[in-house]
Structures are given as structure tokens and as C-alpha cells.
């Protein structure tokens, strides 16, 4: 239905620098693809949920991401991004784009990338 594929994960200092990007293509049966969104997950750790944003272009971030990271997303390049600013150790993890779509006659699905992993060296 909607495959997702992330690219840009990789290692950096702290205070430096990353710009994760997915990609995502469409069945003709997808009417819609609402929220898009980057969660994480750190080793032993739950996937959380970093950033998303709507058709709409409405934001949300989580409290840890606040005033360093920017959520961005283009529909013509079907293309979700999100600029990583002064990283810091604890935004290491394995990051996940996510869509929220709609199938004809079906409602609701979700759809995961394989992940990018970001390292974060101190």
C-alpha cells in the first residue's frame, strides 16, 4: 500500500548536524496519506515518537526535540524530512519514518520504514 524508505542516518559529534529523509510511494487503492511522522528507538529502550506533522502541515514534537529538530514534508517530491540540530548523545537510535493513510473501502493503515540508525559520539 505506502512503502516508506529512510536515508540518512549515520554518525556524528555532539552539537553536530544530521538530515533524515524518507521517501514514500503509493498503491493506486491509498486515497489519502494523513500523518507522517520519525519516531526512535534506542536500545532497550520503547520506540517514542520524535516528530510528525499532517496533510495539514501542523507539527508536533516531542519535548526532548523541542528548538533542535524541524519536521518538514513535501508532497510533490512525496518526501518527509527531518533536520537534526545540536545532537546530542541521547538522540542515538535507530529512526523510523511512519505514514498514516487511508486505503479505499478499507480505512486507516500504517505503514513503518526499515530504519536509519544515528549514532552520536560524545
Known amino acids: 500500500q505506502v512503502q516508506l524508505v529512510e536515508s540518512g542516518g549515520g554518525l556524528v559529534q555532539a552539537g553536530g548536524s544530521l538530515r533524515l529523509s524518507c521517501t514514500y510511494s503509493a498503491s493506486a487503492r491509498v486515497s489519502s496519506i494523513t500523518t507522517m511522522g520519525w519516531y526512535r528507538q534506542a536500545p532497550g529502550k520503547q520506540r517514542e515518537l520524535v516528530a510528525s506533522?499532517?496533510?495539514?502541515?501542523?507539527?508536533n514534537y516531542a519535548n526532548s526535540v523541542k528548538g533542535r529538530f524541524t519536521i518538514s514534508r513535501d508532497n510533490a517530491k512525496k518526501m518527509v524530512s527531518l533536520q537534526m540540530n545540536s545532537l546530542k548523545p541521547e538522540d542515538a537510535a535507530v529512526y523510523y519514518c511512519?505514514?498514516?493513510?487511508?486505503?479505499?473501502?478499507?480505512?486507516?493503515?500504517?505503514?513503518w520504514g526499515q530504519g536509519t540508525l544515528v549514532t552520536v559520539s560524545s
Open positions: 511512519n505514514s498514516a493513510y487511508m486505503v479505499f473501502l478499507e480505512g486507516y493503515r500504517e505503514a
Open positions: 506533522i499532517t496533510s495539514g502541515s501542523s507539527t
